[in-house]
């Protein structure tokens, strides 16, 4: 069987689990698209040079101003994938947009690593998802300044 043939049987396997009826790799695109409580939406698309399924899920936007923090943060979970359970978090230059992938040869899949590979997905770009949220509501807080006691106090030292 070839590969892509593998692949689409894996899917539609795996969405006979889900309930989700016919899921296959569009012929188009050699993609399919789910969505999971209504915004995590997880690209699934069949590599055929390599012969791989390269999973993605679309984070959020990097704040505009002041995201050093959190970049070093999210290359700091790259490092040997000891954050984000073997995925990768990327970064969409164009847009700003964060996304987290992972690919795993065809041939290498059954059901069970496929279900597991997206359950660790999901969670990760949960994780991930509300630790980018929460540095942007962080950075777009306003600063709150000491209160003015009306008295000029200098500072030595």
Not at 22 to 46: H, K, Q, W, Y
Request: hydrophobic residues 45%; aromatic residues 8%; negative net charge.
């Amino acid at each position: 069987m070839d590969k892509r043939a593998m692949a689409n049987q894996l899917l539609a396997d795996f969405g006979k689990t889900l309930t989700v009826q016919n899921l296959t790799l569009d012929a188009a695109t050699n993609s399919c698209v789910l969505v999971f409580d209504g915004e995590l939406l997880l690209n699934i698309e069949f590599d055929a040079v390599v012969e791989r399924l390269v999973f993605s899920i679309y984070l959020d936007e990097l704040p505009k101003e002041g995201a050093e923090p959190l970049l070093r943060e999210l290359m700091g979970a790259n490092l040997y994938w000891h954050r984000t359970r073997g995925a990768t978090l990327c970064l969409e230059e164009g847009t700003g947009g964060v996304i987290l992938l992972y690919s795993r040869n065809v041939a290498g899949l059954d059901g069970a690593s496929l279900e597991t590979i997206v359950e660790n997905l999901l969670q990760q770009a949960e994780k991930w998802r509300g630790r980018i949220l929460a540095f942007s509501s962080a950075a777009a807080a306003p600063v709150a300044l000491p209160a003015d006691t009306g008295a000029f106090a200098p500072v030595y030292g």
